[in-house]
DNA sequence: ATCAATCATGGGAGCGCTCCCACTGTACTT
DNA sequence: AAGTACAGTGGGAGCGCTCCCATGATTGAT
């Protein structure tokens, strides 16, 4: 129909077709060049090259997803928009993990965020209808019905932070244990007595095993579990205030805090000076997460580092290595890989 | 060929196709009522509708992709993950306002990274090759060929903070001229007189234009160009300390500072208290962006608030106004929005 | 020299959708 | 009564690719 030019319509990009009729070979060769299957000749691939570079061809990817019923690309499911998620330092450093786990690949990354449960029952549906490869999944809450929707469509999933201590997905995890373990050993160690603790939310389980290794370290230490002085907050500034204010109230000598995050610390500290305490001379401090917030706090924080850009970079390699495996998911399940990085504690002026 | 099933595959989704037998109508008509044409009959939709959520259709993005020649994403190109820009709260800001903006429509996001020239080059033939429908640059230098690039392969894109003064691209940016005057202003009405500031990279436009609003402010305040206290730095912290003792060396009086960004106003601030200038009796100091160094330093530091989630907001609604227009790119490239948010001084301790 | 295996290659079929043309039926005109 | 308009619909063609089968050329074994 119409203007008579038979293939290449100058418009638009060229396609695998017009890369064939330039280097004088059939479609079925250029795909396998462009694939990098073996069973191609030096001299064809040499020809299917060159016309691929005159052309500037690149592959359409909606047509290989198509034909090929995968999309190369994998997604990052964000907590809601407005969560307090966007806030901390943790999403960027996710994201920067990843993009470098990515970098070595042509997979591309997808960032969808989803709020309520209805959302993310949609977007469970949407990812699954063959719209990623595999799914990263963060800071996911206890209850969330979109790690069982993801396994139940057969989706590849990775998770950041186990949700509890059996966690069916694979998983790459922090060492919250140990890394609490270490700030109280430390502080312990630097003659302190009477520790205090501010707890995140005990419902997600991170929390929970922070607060498992400062009773650990305590128990080491040879003293009693009536020696914990624990508070509860929920990882924001204001509750880390009120936590220190009612463990200040409950135990006016202490003169040492582990706080389960450097918000929460930020907030303690704040309390701390108000009611005339010296950091470090009076009372001690120690937070968690080594966030920016940590190295610019006067004084500067000591705190548990998480290696959050490799948990980022790991979780895409487990997650790349979940597509590739050509198991049935069945099979599969039984040895899905559930990683736990180390932490380190990173000592500053404050304890 | 084979087993003998027609169509419905068990395996796998539903299609078009059988959402179009189990309503009883035609392809195109389920295709009409999936994409909201009016010229369905109310009976016809019904049945449809019906259909759909019972064998719980999802349209497959690659095959519409495919024959609709659009993606229904954009993509955000993000400078190399070995920049700094993950560190700086910027990103997850902006990413947050697209994530918002986007959350109202069916577009989805595409997280690129890239580094060198050359990525860059690459990554612009593949994102012209129909991969996404627009694109938001962020943090953009002078000299990067990709904006280019996307104008001559006609791909809608939109930059946050303008290259120049004369940037041909749709741009969103905030007001850096008036907010670096603000605070200036503000440092001369609580009475100080000795006003130096230490700017960011000045091939960063925006970085040019704190500066142009500090001289304004000392100017229309009746101060002589020779007044102007600079000192250059790099944005970094550790540029902000040597740029502190450079002008500390050079005018032991000052009595106060703008720093054109927040870390490198805690750069000058470690500098100052070693120097032994109290903040603010001594010296007052002011940062930018309001991130959350600011909140946390000690003294709080007084900043001038970007309102970065604002921007990506608007960046994805201009884009996405843009990917709608049906006018060629031609005379569009006339009317191309230059958008500039204000900004705004966030008073604190330290001034 | 003959047959089998292997390699390299071309091209048909089909992935699931949108676009558009052709067709039917109904409502309104003159 | 015949004509015109248009709302509503079905389905062919085709988007650009991968997969796979058929084919011919080449090699090695007997």
């Known amino acids: 129909m119409g203007s008579g030019q038979p293939k290449g319509r100058s418009g638009g990009r060229p396609t695998l077709e017009e890369v064939a ?11 396998r060049v462009i694939n990098g299957s073996p ?10 090259e060159e016309a691929v570079a005159e052309l500037g061809y690149v592959p359409n990817t909606a047509a290989r997803a198509l034909a090929a019923n995968r999309t190369d690309s994998i997604a990052v499911v964000v907590p809601e928009p407005e969560s307090r ?34 959302e993310r029952r949609r977007l469970a549906q949407y990812l699954s209808a063959h719209r990623v490869d595999g799914v990263l999944l963060v800071s996911v809450h206890a209850d969330d019905p979109l790690p069982d929707l993801l396994e139940q469509l057969e989706v ?9 201590a059996d966690e069916p997905l694979a998983s790459v995890d922090s060492d919250n244990f140990a890394g609490a373990r270490a700030a109280v050993t430390h502080l312990l160690s ?17 929390a929970q095993l922070r607060l498992d290794g400062y009773r650990d370290a305590l128990a080491q230490a040879g003293h009693g579990p009536e020696e914990a002085l624990v508070a509860r907050a929920d990882f924001t500034e204001e509750g880390g205030r009120r936590a220190m204010e009612e463990l200040l109230a409950r135990r006016p000598d202490l003169d040492a805090v582990f ?25 001690a401090l120690v937070g968690f997460d080594d966030s920016a917030i940590a190295r610019h706090m006067d004084p500067p924080l000591t705190s548990v580092r998480q290696p959050i850009a ?16 050509p198991r049935p998911p069945a099979t599969r399940r039984l040895t899905r890989p559930r990683i736990v990085l180390p932490t380190e504690l990173v000592h500053r002026a404050s304890s």
Do not use: K, N, W
């Open 21 to 31: 009729a330039r280097a004088g070979v059939g479609r079925g060769t250029v795909s």
């Open 39 to 48: 069973r191609v000749s030096e001299r064809t691939r040499a020809a299917v």
């Open 85 to 118: 998620f966007f806030a901390e330092p943790y999403f960027s450093d996710i994201v920067h993990g990843v993009g470098t786990a990515l970098a070595d690949t042509d997979m591309q990354l997808l960032l969808t965020f989803a709020g309520g449960d209805r």
């Open 156 to 164: 590849p999933a990775v998770i950041s932070g186990r949700r509890r």
């Open 190 to 206: 630097r003659g302190r007595r009477a520790i205090a603790t501010i707890t995140g939310r005990l419902d997600v389980y991170g």
């Open 259 to 283: 706080a389960a995050s450097d918000v929460m610390a930020s907030g303690a500290r704040q309390v701390l000076r108000r009611a005339g305490r010296r950091i470090p001379d009076d009372v």
């Open 310 to 325: 490799e948990m980022g970079r790991t979780m895409t390699d487990v997650l790349l290595a979940e597509i590739a495996d």
